[in-house]
């Protein structure tokens, strides 16, 4: 069962993204140096807004690359505090916690123990023919590597969220200069989970090297709206 911090924000960016857009998931990020940057809140792990993947979590993910400033900063802290304006409903959520990246930087073996726990949910998963390319590869991944049905695979999680990205945002990945301008998948090869993308392959897999996902668990959400209401949750 979902933790009430978690159904009232959901319930509420929600409510958000049908009167404003998809800019109601631009969180703040602040990291323990201090150091501040716009993020976008991509999902709860292991979920999606329109597909079910067969899993849910309260921990929130975001998308970003290993080479930036914030990986070098959480491998020496990884406390963190989120503060994220919805401005159709006029509410501040203010959340901290601990950030796990994931896969973990090649010196740091201590932070793949440190993933938060992510469940099978009681929702079965959306049938094939209607999956985004990004579930598509979830399960795809799982599949073929013979993944425990019981168990949740981060790895399965981050391909996701690689397929999700548009195309010119996953291009940005890339480390050969000039980028390229987009990088397209057409297909998610059921033999081995992975992405296809027949006139930029290569671009791809490399790109696919430097794309990391911030997991995110909660400690405490401060709420507060413009009405005047204030609310504390503690996990
Ligand atoms: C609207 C908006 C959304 C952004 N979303 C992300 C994001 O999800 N992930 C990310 O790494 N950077 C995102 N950025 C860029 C960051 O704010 C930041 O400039 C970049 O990640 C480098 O930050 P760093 O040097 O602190 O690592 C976004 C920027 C804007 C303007």
Redesign the pocket.
């Known amino acids: 069962m979902s933790a009430h911090w978690k159904s009232f924000l959901w319930a509420q960016l929600q409510k958000n993204i049908q009167k404003q857009g998809l800019s109601s998931c631009?969180m703040a990020l602040a990291l323990a140096t201090p150091?501040v940057?716009?993020?976008?809140f991509?999902s709860f792990a292991g979920e999606h807004h329109r597909d079910s993947l067969g899993w849910t979590s309260d921990a929130l993910v975001?998308?970003?690359?290993r080479r930036?400033?914030?990986?070098k900063e959480l491998q020496h802290d990884r406390r963190y505090e989120v503060c994220w304006y919805m401005d159709g409903t006029g509410e501040q959520f203010r959340l901290k916690g601990s950030v796990a990246i994931y896969p973990p930087p090649q010196q740091d073996s201590s932070s793949s123990s440190m993933m938060p726990s992510v469940n099978p949910s009681n929702i079965a998963p959306t049938s094939p023919s209607q999956q985004s390319l990004g579930t598509q590869a979830f399960m795809a991944y799982r599949q073929s590597h013979g993944i425990d049905p019981h168990v949740f695979d981060w790895e399965a999680e981050r391909r996701r969220h690689f397929g999700l990205l548009d195309d010119a945002l996953r291009a940005t990945f890339a480390s050969s200069q000039p980028k390229p301008a987009a990088l397209p998948i057409t297909a998610v090869d059921p033999l081995t989970g992975w992405y296809v993308s027949p006139d930029h392959q290569a671009a791809l897999d490399d790109a696919y090297t430097n794309f990391v996902i911030l997991v995110m668990t909660v400690k405490e959400m401060d709420y507060v709206s413009l009405e005047g209401a204030h609310e504390i949750y503690t996990v």
């Open positions: 631009y150091s940057r716009t993020v976008v991509r975001v998308t970003t690359d930036s400033r914030k990986c």
